[in-house]
């Protein structure tokens, strides 16, 4: 009697997540980190259960498991998958796996969840030394089991975005940006969730009273939503034309930013925690949106004009492309403003309209940079990131330069740069009613200058599409 089916994977998994496993668990950077958590584990919970005092043990065991547990799952873990499809294109393997009918979404997946099983098997190694830390006493078991399910989601988020964005040609998207952008990122995330230290987290964890609980249930819709949308930007990189992904995840986007609107009237939860998850649904979108390639083709039409005049409206905004993509930044952005509208008080809060307005422009600024003056296909989202990072950079240097002059009137000259106003009205000098004309203005201006670019790609495209169209209005065969 055979027993290979207990020594090997059964032919139902994935074919990418078999061969990712395999690599993965054989690496030498996973067997590393494995054998040294349990090695400074082990050392570390006798040496704390000899040298701490019986009221302060269960306080270090605690807080030395989340922390090796942090560092191997949150900045390991995640940074494996810097490499995880650049290493494919670099070796010219995406082809030769498409010819094996493995989908590009089937690919980045793969990827995805082989690393993210590793994590898994580490949170498995963990569960032990909390065992043994809750004879220690005084251990908060719901708020620490939860916070340790909530670092794991964490890291499977940071994984998906490094894994997404090592598609990307540029080294400084794929490399640097993960590792000091992500954690900038998801440390915003945690304080407008979690307040500014109050509380520990622990206690927000355990899960006690309604606030908490909600506010812990954004956090993870929040970071789930964004790893869905990595993987699906380093799909779209991997892809053929002939795949779209765009129609998809646009309506996604637009399903998540209407469910928006019952919560934004009938909820009781503040302003500011419902508008930064506004921004959390809509920015993403954006910019995949923003990103995508001027390329399009027929097959991905005909689902579309089949449907008729209806069909063709729909594909002005779901159509694959920068050019759909633009109308549909534009029908988002009316969506956005009407959801935040719908606040009864968020209005009225002229400040979080500058906010909110800021942010759109920061993620138009780019494409209008990118579409007049870069005209490489292959370096969309690389040049696009770039730009919005050192758009980020050069705020950055004015907010410093803003804190040690007590003159805020030069950040006016610098208001092409709509990330600019964030620091406006953090610092003051200006009426909040003045920030809002002005930002309204430069975003409309942004807004006319991609429609502008839009338009002419939409007219390049009426032989791709009058292509889809040709075997509709085929006279059928006698």
Partial sequence: MTLSHLTDFSDRISPMLVKELRQGLRAKTFIAVFLTLQIFLGIMLLSASAASTTDRAGSVVSGMIFGFFGIAVLIVQPL?????????????TIDMMVLTRLSAWRIVFGKW????????????TIIPYLILRYFFGGM?????????????LTSMALTAITVGLSGSSSVIIRSILPLFGTPILFMAIMGVLFGNGSREIVEVCSLDNLESTIHLGVYVVSISYLGWSSLSLGTSLIAPAAENHSTPRRLIALAAM???????????????LLATLICLIAAPAIL????????????VCTPFVKRGLPGKLA??????GLASGVFFTILLTGIVLFVFRSHPTAGANTGLCVIALSVLGSLLLPAVLQGFFFKSEGQRVANYML?????????GILAILASAMSNHGFLWVFIWNPMVFMVMTDFGGAVDSDLLVAVSAVDFILIIMLSIKAITLFRGSRDVIAQAEEPLNAPAPR
Wanted: glycine share 6%; aromatic share 6%; net charge negative.
């Fill in 258 to 272: 209407l469910l928006m609107i019952p919560v934004m009237r009938y909820s009781t939860l503040d302003e500011e």
């Fill in 315 to 320: 594909g002005i905004f779901l159509y694959p």
């Fill in 80 to 92: 494996r998958g810097v490499a995880a499809l650049a290493t494919e294109i670099k070796g010219n």
């Fill in 288 to 299: 995949l949106a923003l990103t995508e390639s001027t390329l399009l083709v027929p097959t």
């Fill in 387 to 395: 730009l919005l990072l050192g758009s980020a950079v050069l705020t």
């Fill in 140 to 152: 908060n078991l719901v708020g620490e089991m939860v916070f340790l399910v909530v670092l794991f």
């Fill in 113 to 124: 969840v082989a690393i993210v099983s590793q994590s898994a098997l580490i949170l498995s």
